[in-house]
């Protein structure tokens, strides 16, 4: 009896340690499939079989250079969370008013939820696109730069039409770092 208890914890014990091996990359492949669907809502929102409580993204960000292609929810959303997605600054306008700043965050860390990891291999003068109620806009890099990472950023930027990523300096723990886009 002793032997078959000891047997079945070996067991669970194995089954245990499998489950948080396979766990990580389970999740990532989740969330890429909860995204790939969700964008393709959000190009189809016309489709009457949608659930009328569900949110959809309103835009999407992409960047080919890092092949960064990730929707983002409204700022007024339960989902608008840096913990879960790009997140919207509450203050950020969206992308069709004129002179408007659109302020997108995330991490950019090893996580799940580090949308924002490769930001750091981007130059001046590279390209992104948002896609925002049937529209694109295309952005162009003007400025990178860093601030100490106090709950406040100061957004160096001109008036015009801008895209702004923020999201924490992966060498320097006490930074973040601002990617100013104009619109083109």
């Known amino acids: 009896m002793v032997k078959r208890f000891f047997r079945i914890i070996c067991i669970l014990v194995v089954i245990s340690g499998l489950l948080l091996i396979i766990k990580k990359p389970v999740l990532k492949e989740y969330r890429v499939i909860k995204n790939n669907l969700n964008i393709d809502k959000f190009y189809n929102k016309a489709d009457n079989n949608m659930d009328k409580e569900e949110e959809l993204y309103i835009g999407i960000l992409k960047i080919d250079k890092i092949n960064l292609y ?108 601002i990617y100013i886009f104009n619109l083109i």
Not at 123 to 143: F, M, P, Q, R, W
Not at 160 to 172: F, P
């Open 70 to 177: 990730q929707g983002f929810y409204d700022k007024n959303s339960k989902y608008n969370d840096i913990e879960l997605n790009i997140m919207i600054n509450k203050e950020s306008d969206y992308p069709n008013v004129i002179n408007g700043n659109l302020i997108l965050m995330a991490h950019s860390g090893d996580s799940d939820v580090s949308y924002f990891r490769y930001l750091d291999i981007l130059e001046v003068g590279d390209n992104a696109t948002i896609y925002y109620k049937d529209d694109s806009y295309n952005y162009k890099l003007v400025k990178v730069y860093e601030l100490i990472k106090n709950g406040k950023v100061f957004i160096d930027r001109d008036d015009t039409t801008t895209l702004t990523l923020i999201t924490c300096s992966r060498e320097k723990e006490d930074m973040q770092k």
